[in-house]
């Protein structure tokens, strides 16, 4: 049976840790800053041998596209002679994830020393922490946090006695999903509304914050540079499976007892293991069985309960997936922000795809159309389905509409973010948008019906009254 494989949350958890400086140093902290900026490899500066070491670990970014941390970096234009930023991305408003929280609120130097390191790796001398506007104890903490780095001068001018200055800033959101997406990020940084930017040019390594070269990572990626600086890369490629190595968090939600975050080694668990084993989700409630699970954040394509899949010529049941990175694309989904969403047999399959386009009309930033107005009809459509006022032919309508925002005629991917669930859920559960739509139009169908016959059959009694008093 798989088990936690703790990392990142190797003492979050532990009964007596806490956030403050003098426990992370008890427990080894700002040791791999001190290993970092003492590195002197033969054949390159200590920079270039950190991003090859990230390079070599594999790592893939936590945030959502998985998309490889150490090409990321190699993409970086430091010959432009304008100063290269920093920021972590630590919105987290991917409906169903709550794992970076976890680092923020209980282990929050172990971010600061993993960007330290990684500012370090990429000359960079000014970096900023945006954080989701809503984690108003996350910015304070981090604040006070970054005062105690300050302090012991892992910060500021000449960090360590190494020449090396850095300093880092916190910015707090304006609670808004879309900042979330990098380049809506670094608008929302520069002081303007989060609109996100077209790409090309703009892409964040080269023409990012104030259209210098930027790095954006998430708070999961960016606490993994310390570890592969503290263990090689090679070492680290070793976690996980072949090119999905490491540990991810999963944040678990839904109809299953026990719902919360597990730290695992990518690939080493199932979706079915993460859902019904003891160690994990524990289960479903007594009496209930599967019907659905979104295996990426709201965004993600559903997976049905039963799916089979094709995947290196084998036919896998959608529980047996090993969650990953790989598997899941190829299954047709993502693992995304790497939070599971379980749905039992009691969910109303309609009610829940109304709820997500609810949620994704009132997020688009509405800079496309096929966005804005898409992202507006899903919604009202669903919203007359769950309301008594659906059509037999809404399941097409929806689908229409859905797949006529993304595939490269929208700025940025809060396009595919919005109509992929309903492609899905649409796709997978038609029978049950189909009859939601077939019973409202019986009923209006017999209501009408029932109004029609009243006003043909004249109200005899009326008739004698009004005889009566003329
Ligand atoms: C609609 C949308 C929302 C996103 N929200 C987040 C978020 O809350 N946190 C995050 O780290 N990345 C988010 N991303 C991904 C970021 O754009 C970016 O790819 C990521 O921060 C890069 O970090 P990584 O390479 O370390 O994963 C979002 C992307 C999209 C399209
Ligand atoms: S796709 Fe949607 S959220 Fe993204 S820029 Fe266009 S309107 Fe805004």
Known sequence: MPQEYKLILKHADEPGYTPDLECYLRHGGYETLKKALALRPQTQTPQAFIRQEIMTSGLRGRGGAGFSCGLKWSFVDRKSG??????????????????????????????????????????????????????????????????????????????????????????????????????????????????????????????????????????????????????????????????????????????VKRPGYYEIEIGKATIGQLIFDANFGGGLRPGRSLKAVIPGGSSAKVFKAGEKFKIKGKEVDMLDLPYDFDSLIQAGSMSGSSAIIVMDDSTDIVEALANIAEFYAHESCGQCTPCREGSLWLSKALHRLTHGEGRAQDADYLVKIADNIPGGRTICAFGEACAWPVQSFVAKFKDEFVARGTADEERREAKRKTELTKLQTPDLNSVNSVNSVQ
């Open 82 to 255: 304008k100063p290269v930023y920093l920021i972590c991305n630590a919105d987290e408003s991917e409906p169903g994830t709550f794992k970076d929280r976890q680092i923020i609120y209980k282990d929050p130097h172990q971010l600061i020393e993993g960007m330290i390191i990684s500012c370090f790796a990429n000359d960079v001398k000014l970096a900023y922490i945006y954080i989701r506007g809503e984690m108003s104890d996350g910015a304070k903490l981090l604040n006070q946090c970054l005062q105690e780095a300050r302090a012991k001068n892992f910060l500021g001018k000449n960090v360590l006695g190494s020449g090396y200055d850095l300093e880092i800033h916190v910015h707090r959101g304006a609670g808004a999903y879309i900042c979330g997406v990098e380049t809506g990020l670094i608008e929302s940084l520069e002081g303007k509304r989060p609109y996100p930017r077209i790409k090309p040019p703009y892409f964040p390594a080269v023409f990012g914050l104030w259209l210098c070269p930027t790095i954006v990572n998430n708070v999961e990626t960016l606490c993994n540079v310390k570890h592969i600086v503290a263990m090689g890369g090679a070492e680290f490629a070793k976690l996980g499976t072949p090119n999905n190595t490491g540990t991810r968090i999963v944040s678990i939600s839904g109809h």
